[in-house]
């Protein structure tokens, strides 16, 4: 080897140290119910199969205007029909015995609320999240399928950045609503359908 070679073997880079994701630690349904449930500390914490998701932010206040319009249009859809249950915002829900989520407003029938007391497993007929720009595709996505897995009906997705609403009423078919598009959510609640103006109106 030649003085030249020695040199440049010397001051060749180091190959990086291969970096190995660690599995995220295991909690069990219990744990998770006595150390996250309860947490107020501007997260939402939902989990699956033995993993705690926690996003960047639950619903806040600055969101709080569209759920108002989703409960005010309910509450007087409820005057005309024969509608017995409640638009609830960020309720637990155990989606099946390995998947827990926390909707920012779903649907549970007067029945449900009474049969979730015994602690049985409740699944809400719409449920709707509000995406804010720190969400992830995949997450949403995901999140998506698991919720019409276990037999959700209609699911909206609420884009205020992008002022558009995308409803999806099975996992291969949905809509992309804008301005005055309606928004139908019949497929769950009977008369429910509001235009995205509605949806996301500022003012009182």
């Not at 998701?53 to 205007?65: A, G, R, V």
């Not at 920012?104 to 049985?120: S, Y």
């Not at 809509?175 to 003012?203: N, Q, T, W, Y």
Request: with cysteine.
């Amino acid at each position: 080897m030649t003085a030249t070679t020695a040199s440049r073997s010397a001051s060749a880079p180091k190959p990086a140290p291969i970096k190995v994701k660690k599995r995220p630690a295991y909690v069990s349904w219990e744990s998770f119910q006595n150390r996250f449930l309860s947490r107020e500390d501007g997260h939402t914490y939902e989990w699956t199969n033995g993993v705690v998701e926690k996003s960047l932010n639950s619903m806040d206040i600055t969101q709080l205007y569209i759920w108002d319009n989703l409960d005010t249009f309910f509450k007087n859809l409820c005057q005309q029909k024969a509608i017995t249950g409640k638009l609830i915002a960020e309720v637990d829900i155990l989606l099946n015995p390995l998947v827990h989520r926390r909707p920012d407003v779903a649907f549970l029938t007067k029945e449900q609320i009474r049969n979730g007391k015994q602690n049985q497993i409740q699944i809400p007929a719409f449920v709707a999240e509000i995406i804010s720009p720190n969400d992830k595709a995949n997450r949403v996505s995901r999140k998506n399928q698991e919720y019409f897995a276990a037999g959700v009906k209609v699911i909206w997705n609420i884009y205020p950045a992008l002022q558009e609403v995308h409803v999806y009423d099975s996992p291969d078919a949905s809509r992309i609503c804008r301005a005055d598009d309606l928004c139908s959510a019949e497929k769950a609640i009977p008369g429910f359908f509001m235009p995205v103006s509605e949806i996301l109106k500022e003012e009182a």
